[in-house]
C-alpha cells in the first residue's frame, strides 16, 4: 500500500509539473523591442547593445537600437517618445538620470510597453525589471579593495566617474566610501571625485587635472569605461606612470594596450554583451506573459541559462571578472 501511494504521489507530481510546464507560454515571434543605451557611441554601449541583437535574433524579435550622442539626463527622451509613437512592445534602456526620464516612461507603460532597465536604472516606478551587471556594493567594494591591494593601502586617491546623475556610477561610489571605512583602509585618503561626463576629451583633462592638483595622489578608480581608456592614455605619456595605480571598469580590448605597457596592472568588468542579452530575454519574457516582474519568478535566457528576479525587480547577470597581463588575452570583447 505504502509503495502504491508513493507512486501515486510521484504520478502527481510529474503531472503538476507537465502542467506548468504546458502553462508557461512560448516567447512571442516578431516583437518590436527598442534598445536605449546611455550614449550610442560608447563602446561599452556598443557591446551592451549588441547582446541584445544577438537575443533578438535568437528569438525572432526586430530589435532596433537607437540613442543619444551624449549621456545627457534628458537626451534620451526623445527617443522614449519615438518608442510610443512606433508602438514598441518593449524598451530596454541604461538610464542617464534616476528620475528625469519617469513622466514618459509612465506615458511609454500606459501605452502597453513593457519596460526592462539594464546597467543604470530608474527609480523602481519607472521600469519592470532592472537588469544589474553585478551586485551594486560587490561592485564598489571591489573596486577599493583591488586599489588597496595595488597601492599597499597607502596614500591619497582619487575617483574619475561619468556624470554626476549617473545612478549606477552613483551607487558604486557610495559602497566605495563604504568600504574606505574600514580600519585596514586608514592610511588612504578619497581627496577628489571628478566627472568626466562619460566624454572621451573631457575624462583625458580630468586625469590630467588630477595628477597635477594632487603631487600625493597613489591611485585613481574611474568606473565608466569612457574614463579608464581616457585616463590611461594620459597617463601613458605622463611621468606618473607607474607610480599612480589606475584601476577601474573597462573592456579587454580597450585596454590591452594599457595592460601590456605597464600604464595599467589589473581592472574589472563583466562582459557587457550578457548585459545586454540578458534584458532582451528579459524584455521578451515580459511581453510573453512568462513573468510579471514578481519576486522569485524564474526565467531562461537562451545560452545564460535560468535567472530568478529579485528584490524590486532587480535580475543580477553575475560578479565582475579581474584582468590582467596574464589573463587578457583569453578575452575579445
Same mark, same amino acid.
Given at each position: 500500500?505504502?509503495?502504491?501511494?508513493?507512486?501515486?504521489?510521484a504520478?502527481?507530481?510529474?503531472?503538476v509539473?507537465t502542467?506548468?510546464?504546458?502553462?508557461?507560454?512560448?516567447?512571442?515571434? &516578431?516583437?518590436?523591442?527598442t534598445?536605449?543605451?546611455?550614449?550610442?557611441?560608447?563602446?561599452?554601449?556598443?557591446?551592451?547593445?549588441?547582446?541584445?541583437?544577438?537575443?533578438?535574433?535568437?528569438?525572432?524579435?526586430?530589435?532596433?537600437?537607437?540613442?543619444?550622442?551624449?549621456?545627457?539626463?534628458?537626451?534620451?527622451?526623445?527617443?522614449i517618445?519615438?518608442?510610443?509613437?512606433?508602438?514598441?512592445?518593449?524598451?530596454?534602456?541604461?538610464?542617464?538620470?534616476?528620475?528625469?526620464?519617469?513622466?514618459?516612461?509612465?506615458?511609454?507603460?500606459a501605452?502597453?510597453?513593457k519596460?526592462?532597465?539594464?546597467?543604470?536604472?530608474?527609480?523602481?516606478?519607472?521600469?519592470?525589471l532592472?537588469?544589474?551587471?553585478?551586485?551594486?556594493e560587490?561592485?564598489?567594494?571591489?573596486?577599493?579593495?583591488l586599489?588597496?591591494?595595488?597601492?599597499?593601502?597607502?596614500?591619497?586617491?582619487?575617483?574619475?566617474?561619468?556624470?554626476?546623475?549617473?545612478?549606477?556610477?552613483?551607487?558604486?561610489?557610495?559602497?566605495?566610501?563604504?568600504?574606505l571605512?574600514?580600519p585596514?583602509?586608514?592610511?588612504?585618503?578619497?581627496?577628489?571625485i571628478?566627472?568626466?561626463?562619460d566624454?572621451?576629451?573631457?575624462?583625458?583633462?580630468?586625469?590630467?587635472?588630477?595628477?597635477?592638483?594632487?603631487?600625493?595622489l597613489?591611485?585613481?578608480?574611474?568606473?565608466?569605461?569612457?574614463?579608464?581608456?581616457?585616463?590611461?592614455?594620459?597617463?601613458?605619456?605622463?611621468?606618473?606612470?607607474?607610480?599612480?595605480?589606475?584601476?577601474?571598469?573597462?573592456?579587454?580590448?580597450?585596454?590591452?594596450?594599457?595592460?601590456?605597457?605597464?600604464?595599467?596592472t589589473?581592472?574589472?568588468?563583466?562582459?557587457?554583451?550578457?548585459?545586454g542579452?540578458?534584458?532582451?530575454?528579459?524584455?521578451?519574457?515580459?511581453?510573453?506573459?512568462?513573468?510579471?516582474?514578481?519576486?522569485?519568478?524564474?526565467f531562461k535566457a &537562451?545560452?545564460?541559462?535560468?535567472?530568478?528576479?529579485?528584490?524590486?525587480?532587480?535580475?543580477?547577470?553575475?560578479?565582475?571578472?579581474?584582468?590582467?597581463?596574464?589573463n587578457?588575452?583569453?578575452?575579445?570583447f
Amino acid at each position: 500500500m505504502k509503495k502504491r501511494s508513493v507512486l501515486l504521489s510521484a504520478l502527481a507530481l510529474g503531472s503538476v509539473a507537465t502542467l506548468a510546464a504546458a502553462q508557461t507560454p512560448a516567447l512571442k515571434k &516578431g516583437l518590436k523591442i527598442t534598445l536605449l543605451p546611455k550614449n550610442i557611441n560608447n563602446p561599452y554601449n556598443v557591446i551592451e547593445t549588441s547582446g541584445g541583437t544577438e537575443a533578438g535574433k535568437e528569438i525572432g524579435a526586430a530589435v532596433k537600437i537607437v540613442g543619444p550622442s551624449d549621456a545627457g539626463a534628458s537626451s534620451q527622451v526623445s527617443y522614449i517618445n519615438t518608442a510610443i509613437a512606433q508602438k514598441q512592445d518593449a524598451l530596454v534602456l541604461a538610464a542617464n538620470d534616476a528620475n528625469a526620464l519617469l513622466p514618459y516612461l509612465a506615458r511609454a507603460k500606459a501605452s502597453g510597453m513593457k519596460i526592462v532597465t539594464m546597467d543604470s536604472d530608474t527609480a523602481v516606478s519607472g521600469r519592470t525589471l532592472f537588469i544589474n551587471q553585478a551586485n551594486s556594493e560587490g561592485i564598489g567594494r571591489a573596486q577599493v579593495q583591488l586599489l588597496g591591494k595595488l597601492i599597499n593601502y597607502k596614500g591619497d586617491i582619487a575617483v574619475l566617474s561619468a556624470t554626476p546623475n549617473a545612478t549606477n556610477q552613483n551607487t558604486w561610489i557610495k559602497w566605495m566610501q563604504e568600504e574606505l571605512k574600514l580600519p585596514k583602509y586608514k592610511d588612504m585618503k578619497l581627496v577628489k571625485i571628478a566627472y568626466g561626463n562619460d566624454d572621451d576629451q573631457k575624462s583625458f583633462t580630468e586625469m590630467q587635472g588630477l595628477i597635477q592638483a594632487y603631487p600625493n595622489l597613489k591611485g585613481v578608480i574611474s568606473p565608466t569605461t569612457v574614463g579608464i581608456s581616457a585616463g590611461a592614455r594620459y597617463l601613458s605619456t605622463s611621468p606618473q606612470k607607474g607610480k599612480v595605480m589606475l584601476t577601474g571598469l573597462g573592456t579587454p580590448n580597450q585596454m590591452r594596450a594599457f595592460v601590456k605597457d605597464g600604464t595599467v596592472t589589473a581592472f574589472q568588468l563583466w562582459n557587457p554583451s550578457d548585459v545586454g542579452y540578458l534584458a532582451t530575454y528579459a524584455a521578451a519574457a515580459l511581453v510573453s506573459g512568462q513573468i510579471t516582474g514578481k519576486e522569485g519568478e524564474k526565467f531562461k535566457a &537562451g545560452k545564460l541559462g535560468e535567472y530568478t528576479i529579485g528584490k524590486n525587480g532587480e535580475i543580477i547577470v553575475g560578479p565582475p571578472y579581474t584582468f590582467d597581463k596574464a589573463n587578457i588575452d583569453k578575452f575579445n570583447f
